[in-house]
T-cell receptor
Framework: QKEVEQNSGPLSVPEGAIASLNCTYS??????FFWYRQYSGKSPELIMF????GDKEDGRFTAQLNKASQYVSLLIRDSQPSDSATYLC?????????FGKGTTLSVSS | DGGITQSPKYLFRKEGQNVTLSCEQN?????MYWYRQDPGQGLRLIYY???????QKGDIAEGYSVSREKKESFPLTVTSAQKNPTAFYLC???????????FGQGTRLTVV
């Protein structure tokens, strides 16, 4: 089992819809979880981080963490064409930051 | 401005050559990382360092080497032993603890 798993997609949603991105992790001891957005040819930029079970909201973005199920998700409300990018899930393993392969999101206008 | 600077942005390497990618940060971060990204793939960890003069292998360290002589600098050498070095290389840094990492703009390495 890979350490951080994401469905590579592409995930296609119409403008204004909710996009749901999912990530599972294998190390039950993981404490910190991050979502990054990466546009083609660019470096990743942080969208959200979450440490505690439950939901964390920031504008149109909501991160959800369920440590019992080893599952973290990112919801994007009112999706915009500018949200079209690859979304990377990352967890801390010891002192290293480990990434999944990313999910490509396409928002059509 | 505080940030992470990678250079060069584009780099071309001939077969059998060693090349060094530069990464400098002025964020006073303790930890620095090197990742490799292939088309359609996520980031794979090459090497990381928590303090000066100490570093650890990541998941794909073979064919690469690093040094950490200064807190601000973490150069990556791609050696001739790396058989498929063409990729996008990203450097990142963060404060120790459960904090996020900040990335440089990346270096795109191509073997010619």
């Amino acid at each position: 089992q890979k350490e951080v798993e994401q469905n590579s997609g592409p995930l296609s949603v119409p403008e204004g819809a909710i996009a749901s991105l999912n990530c599972t992790y294998s190390d039950r001891g993981s404490q910190s979880f991050f979502w990054y957005r990466q546009y083609s040819g660019k470096s990743p930029e942080l969208i959200m981080f979450i440490y505690s079970n439950g939901d964390k909201e920031d504008g149109r973005f909501t991160a959800q963490l369920n440590k019992a199920s080893q599952y973290v998700s990112l919801l994007i409300r009112d999706s915009q064409p500018s949200d079209s990018a690859t979304y990377l899930c990352a967890v801390i393993r010891g002192t290293a930051l480990i990434f999944g392969k990313g999910t490509t999101l396409s928002v059509s206008s | 401005d505080g940030g992470i600077t990678q250079s060069p942005k584009y780099l071309f390497r001939k077969e059998g050559q060693n090349v060094t990618l530069s990464c400098e940060q002025n964020l006073n971060h303790d930890a620095m990382y090197w990742y490799r990204q292939d088309p359609g793939q996520g980031l794979r960890l090459i090497y990381y360092s928590q303090i000066v003069n100490d570093f650890q292998k990541g998941d794909i360290a073979e064919g690469y080497s690093v040094s950490r002589e200064k807190k601000e600098s973490f150069p990556l050498t791609v050696t001739s032993a790396q058989k498929n070095p063409t990729a996008f290389y990203l450097c990142a840094s963060r404060i120790q603890g459960a904090t996020e990492a900040f990335f440089g703009q990346g270096t795109r390495l191509t073997v010619v």
